[in-house]
């Protein structure tokens, strides 16, 4: 069964560093989203992201977050200037459209430990 | 803003037994109702959706949905040690919107 897949699987960073999260949705998806979900917290939507441009975004998702689809495949999240708070788990989801019977696919995640 | 609520638990239910998860929402312009299902440490894994009122059945699982009530449940027939892990209830706006989610319901099956 196709899946999304994420890299890496843990992310080690020093506060301040950037950070690049990656995704390959499943490949007949079109619709892509980033949450994180902070430890004993509940799943938060960060983006979501169509035809190459930002469809909608969280509060969170503020100005030291970006997204991009750089090629065919990969789905980006870039922290420009990470922070302590930033440490948790992200993950990128896919779906083939907005209808209802059309469901978000997640990936296994990236934990991010900001130190 | 958006609210999904649901117990947190843990919920402990016998083998064999028919485990009942609930989940409350607060926009009624909600359109999709998802079950996802996270073990520990792992991510979401999509188990049932549902969009029309009433009952949705797959397997050992039944959706259960009252927009009028704004509730959405979750019931898992014959339960199994490995049904234990948290349920996340999670609801759709329509369009691109992102998932809102519960903080989860912890399940646990007892042997």
């Known amino acids: 069964e196709p899946e999304v897949t994420q890299t890496p699987s843990h992310q080690v960073t020093q506060m301040g560093q950037e950070v690049i999260l990656r995704c390959v949705p499943i490949s007949n998806h079109l619709y892509f989203y980033w949450y994180r979900q902070i430890l004993g917290q509940k799943v938060e939507f960060l983006v979501s992201f169509y035809n190459n441009e930002i469809s909608e975004k969280s509060e969170i998702f503020d100005d030291q977050f970006s997204v991009e689809r750089p090629d065919g495949s990969n789905f980006t999240l870039k922290i420009r200037s990470t922070k302590l708070e930033d440490s948790a788990m992200y993950f990128c989801a896919s779906s083939e459209g907005t209808q209802s019977n059309q469901p978000q696919h997640f990936g296994d995640g990236t934990r991010l430990s900001i130190l | 803003q958006k609210e999904v609520e649901q117990n947190s638990g843990p919920l402990s239910v016998p083998e064999g037994a028919i485990a009942s998860l609930n989940c409350t929402y607060s926009?009624?312009?909600?359109?999709?109702f998802f079950w996802y299902r996270q073990y520990s440490g792992k991510s979401p894994e999509l188990i049932m959706f549902?969009?029309?009122?009433g009952d949705k059945e797959d397997g050992r699982f039944t959706a259960q949905l009252n927009k009028a009530s704004q509730y959405v449940s979750l019931l898992i027939r014959d339960s199994q040690p490995s049904d234990s892990a948290t349920y996340l209830c999670a609801v759709d706006g329509g369009g691109a919107d992102g998932l809102t989610f519960g903080k989860g319901t912890h399940l646990i099956i007892q042997p």
């Open positions: 926009d009624r312009g909600s359109q999709s």
């Open positions: 549902i969009y029309s009122n």
